[in-house]
């Protein structure tokens, strides 16, 4: 894990005067993400679609690192409208982000199931629900942020992705599909933006421990388990700590990149 601490601020890690608006931060990597960028001295909004659980994770946080410093704001990324109100209520709390990190994914609010039938079986209504929080919301956000990043000449984009979209998933046709909808987006995004200071990169993540219920290790786990080169599911730190890198000036001449997170579940050039 980074070191955190008084001094944890400092350095080419220190995103000290820096705002992070973080998706999906309610819970989880997230809330990590979100955690971890606090001890290294930046301001976070922690967004969420519930208002709920955006409001006790910054209360949390805010416990800690004060409350000028950490503020909860509840919005859907699919939407964005909501998202353009978010963005005007986090410039009036906390400042201009330079920060963004797309971390809401998944199949958004809801139980998430995988399809029973095989892709060619499925109802094509079924895949809005994926394609519109992990690309459209990616684009939502980014369409809404980019603009001060750029009048400021300075900001760094992180767009939490999966394996699934880098080397495909069965029954995961159009999760698969979005995440790399997503990357590709952020590729050409880093190509509009460096010529204002402004970077996009990607993370990419294997399973998380945090998406397994501590009592729901099953026969099914073992064998994923087996297919990664470092035997262990990942944890939000593993997460945390390459977004921190990305967002901070350690990764000043690293734009349009994606980077695996995944105990070498798969293997990158």
């Known amino acids: 894990m980074v070191s955190e601490g008084k001094d944890a601020g400092a350095g080419l890690l220190s995103l000290g005067g820096r705002v992070a608006v973080i998706s999906g931060a309610g819970q989880g990597v997230g809330r990590r993400i979100a955690e971890l960028m606090l001890a290294h001295g930046a301001k976070v909004a922690v967004n969420d679609f519930f208002a709920a ?64 039938r095989p892709f060619w079986e499925e109802d094509p209504d079924h895949w809005a629900r994926w394609m519109k929080v992990n690309l459209f919301g990616v684009m939502n956000c980014c369409h809404t942020f980019t603009p001060g990043m750029v009048a400021a000449r300075r900001g760094s984009i992180v767009t939490i992705i999966s394996d699934a979209g880098r080397v495909g998933e069965s029954r995961l046709e159009p999760y698969s599909a979005a995440k790399a909808g997503a990357a590709g987006f952020m590729r050409a995004l880093a190509r509009s933006l460096g010529r204002y200071t402004v970077r996009a990169n990607c993370v990419s993540m294997g399973t998380m421990r945090t998406s397994i219920a501590p009592d729901g290790v099953t026969a099914a786990h073992d064998a994923q388990l087996a297919k990664y080169v470092l ?14 890198f990305l967002a901070s000036d350690a990764s000043g001449w690293t734009t349009g990149q994606t980077y695996p997170v995944n105990g070498g579940y798969s293997l990158a050039l």
């Open 53 to 116: 659980r955006a409001e006790q994770a910054a209360a949390d946080l805010a416990a800690t690192y004060g409350a000028d410093m950490v503020a909860p704001f509840a919005a859907d990324v699919s939407d964005i409208a909501a998202v353009h109100a978010m963005a005007k209520a986090i410039g009036a709390r906390l400042g201009a982000p330079d920060i963004l990190v797309n971390n809401a994914g998944n199949a958004g609010p809801g139980e998430i199931r995988l399809p029973e």
């Open 231 to 244: 035997r262990r599911f990942g944890e939000a730190d593993d997460v945390a700590n390459m977004v921190l």
